[in-house]
């Protein structure tokens, strides 16, 4: 009876402690409260879209994809291609579009980027691209909205 409420107790402490430490690092990135909770979840908790969802797979026309997050401009659609994967693709970033970090999940050696700008998460990047880049940026297509050029 003791031990249950000790352990009780404790996780109640430890929610308290985590609260504010979560609502600390969502204020640093900044989130845009527009978003849905599908988005942040990606964008801020490093989740990942299912594939061959996104609306972004078929868009074909000229313009550049920008963060859903802060507006920043990412990709030109110059550098989009259709790597199979189910998730948009590019060949190539802006310059300075991103900032990336080896990621160990998954028990995988990966690179994930996040936009430089705000610091949501986006995707990870491969070499295996079949342009002269030999980039893939495989992209969650909820972190991009698309602007085509008039
Ligand atoms: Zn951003």
């Known amino acids: 009876m003791r031990r249950t409420f000790i352990k009780t107790l404790g996780t ?13 690092l969502s204020a640093a990135k900044q989130i845009n409260k527009d978003l849905t909770e ?16 996104s609306e972004l797979l078929n868009e074909k026309r000229d313009g550049f994809y920008h963060c859903a997050n802060c507006g920043a401009k990412l990709f030109s659609s110059a ?15 802006l310059p300075g579009a ?18 430089a700008n705000c610091g949501a998460h986006m995707g990870h990047v491969f070499d295996d691209g ?14 991009l909205f698309f602007v085509p050029t008039e």
Not at 13 to 24: A, D, E, Q, R, W
Not at 39 to 52: L, N, S, V, Y
């Open 98 to 115: 991103f900032v990336t970090k080896v990621d160990y999940s998954y028990g995988m050696k990966r690179t994930e980027y996040s936009c």
């Open 12 to 24: 109640a402490l430890l929610g308290l402690l985590l609260v504010p430490y979560k609502f600390v």
């Open 130 to 143: 079949p342009t002269q880049t030999g980039k893939r940026f495989c992209n969650n297509g909820l972190c």
């Open 38 to 53: 599908e988005q942040k979840e990606i964008m801020f908790e490093e989740g990942t879209e299912r594939p061959f969802t």
């Open 79 to 93: 550098a989009k291609f259709d790597s199979g994967t189910g998730w948009p693709s590019f060949s190539e970033a």
